[in-house]
């Protein structure tokens, strides 16, 4: 369960999607049978399905995760956004009293919900075309599973087999400075922002938007 303080609770759906849509690796993690998380890292796809969406990818079939996550029925798929350290240097009140302490700013998301592996060659087909379309959209000659000669990619195939997790529940949080003060989360935006690390400014980035949200 994602440990949500109400000031980072994030419940948008549409915020909630597009983190996932933005994320490039998930973390795919259900109940092992020994008591012990069984945890996969693979990209996942976000697709209409259902009310709420679903997740597709695919395991490699050497991969035993993908038997035991059968037997479980339900996973959890975590996506990760922005994130970086924020110095106290960048609040203000440093200067007046001290009393301020390093933290890390980041963006997760949760999705929750029942699994169904797919081995019919024609569905693990259509599923890693929806992934690569993803990936390969943008550039200038987007590769398709189609420039593949058929049999190549049918002796593929045979080595995965696809995953659908179909989303039942979405948890969010977004820890962004929302509980400090106007001028020290100010401070840590412009702070983030001057970074010469593209992680710390998709982070003030990101903040930034917490702000204009709220004071629309």
Do not use: C
């Not at 395991?59 to 970086?84: D, L, M, S, T």
């Not at 302490?101 to 259509?126: K, M, R």
């Not at 922002?193 to 593209?198: E, G, L, T, V």
């Amino acid at each position: 369960m994602l440990y949500e303080p109400p000031a980072f609770r994030e419940t948008d759906p549409a915020i909630l999607q597009a983190l996932i849509r933005d994320a490039r690796l998930a973390t795919l993690v259900s109940n092992g049978p020994d008591g012990i998380p069984d945890i996969t890292h693979l990209p996942l796809t976000l697709v209409e399905d259902g009310p709420s969406g679903a997740l597709h990818g695919h395991f490699a079939r050497a991969n035993p995760h993908w038997q035991r996550i059968a037997q479980a029925g339900r996973a959890v798929a975590v996506f990760r956004g922005a994130e970086a350290y924020v110095s106290p240097s960048f609040y203000p009140s440093k200067a007046e009293h001290h009393r301020v302490v390093p933290t890390w700013n980041y963006e997760a998301v949760h999705a929750e919900g029942t699994v169904e592996i797919v081995e019919d060659p024609a569905a693990l087909h259509a599923l890693v075309s929806g992934l690569t379309t993803k990936h390969e959209a943008g550039r200038a000659q987007p590769w398709a599973v189609t420039d593949a000669p058929a049999e190549f990619v049918a002796g593929q195939l045979r080595g995965i087999v696809g995953l659908v997790l179909r989303i039942e529940r979405l948890s969010g949080k977004r820890k962004l400075s929302q509980n400090r003060a106007a001028q020290d989360r100010d401070g840590a935006i412009a702070g983030l922002a001057a970074s010469p690390d593209p992680r710390d400014r998709a982070t003030a980035a990101a903040m930034a938007e917490v702000v204009r949200r709220r004071a629309d």
